[in-house]
């Protein structure tokens, strides 16, 4: 089995719809994707409907954390969508979207980048608002080569000139209000430092005691020797771990099924999640 538990559509900063991100990942030969929009629900019902033969979808989301002063991502895989205290969790992360986005196009402007709200608000569409829209632009513009060119100390990374704070969940309590949702919780790549600042590994074993299932290890932004660190510190802690691509569609150079996750990891994950279940296809719409 060929198993992509990280993926991204226009729900929230992808550039595939959910219909076209479960026909891609049918096309690139995975036998099950799971659908990870930023603080949103939003693409299931379209992916469930366009979900192709042969193909399973795990429902999810990556959930905005912040520890000690750090972004971190949370992986929440197979929880009930409808859940009142995590829902409204989602909501008050995802309505504090648009007032950052509006933020780093003043602090942008304020630098001399012609950037404008309208231009970023055209790129999300019906999505989220988030970074990497505001980074897209400045690739429309020729501020910066890519969007990857634009998580820097310069423009948007944690920190950086342009880099507005939005209301981020604190991972215990996303840790429980998952678990209280029937859902399985990772941690996305923990060891991703080209994005910034990383949570230390101290603070990984406190989330693991209060309940973490595992950590994302095998990601494009994880070299050989952090995989290996990773898997150590995960089998000390008697964690679970994944992989997958991270897939943004053409917003990122990351394929499907570049890093997949092994089918006895899927299997235990499954297993200990009660909020939602695995949605074999039946051909699509």
Not at 84 to 102: C, K
Not at 165 to 193: M, N, Q, Y
């Amino acid at each position: 089995m060929r198993i992509d538990l990280h993926c991204h559509s226009t729900a929230s900063d992808g550039t595939d719809t959910p219909a076209e991100l479960v026909r891609n990942a049918a096309a690139a030969g995975l036998d099950v994707v799971a659908l990870t929009d930023h603080d949103s629900t939003r693409g299931y019902a379209e992916a469930i409907a366009a979900l192709p033969s042969g193909l399973t979808l795990v429902t999810g989301a990556e959930l905005s954390c912040r520890i000690d002063g750090i972004s971190m991502h949370m992986l929440a895989y197979l929880f009930d969508p409808d859940e009142p205290a995590l829902l409204a969790e989602r909501e008050l992360v995802r309505d504090d979207r648009v007032p950052r986005a509006r933020g780093m196009v003043a602090r942008l402007n304020e630098l001399g980048v012609p950037v404008t709200w309208e231009q970023v608000a055209r790129i999300a569409g019906e999505g989220s608002v988030g970074r990497p829209h505001v980074a897209t632009a400045l690739v429309e513009l020729g501020v910066v080569p890519t969007v990857s060119d634009a998580f820097t100390q310069d423009w948007l990374s944690d920190g950086g000139r342009a880099y507005v704070e939005k209301h981020e969940t604190d991972p215990f309590e996303a840790i429980r209000l998952v678990k209280a949702a029937g859902g399985v919780t990772v941690f996305a790549h923990p060891a991703a430092s080209k994005r910034g600042r990383t949570v230390p590994e101290s603070a990984i074993a406190e989330l693991a005691t209060a309940g973490l299932d595992g950590i994302e290890v095998e990601h494009m932004d994880h070299d050989d020797d952090t995989r290996a660190r990773l898997r150590g510190l995960a089998a000390d802690l008697g964690l679970l771990v994944t992989g997958s691509s991270d897939y943004h569609g053409s917003r990122k150079t990351c394929v499907l099924g570049e890093y997949t996750t092994d089918p006895e990891v899927y299997g235990e994950i499954t297993r200990r999640a009660t909020g939602a279940f695995p949605v074999p296809g039946t051909g699509g719409a």
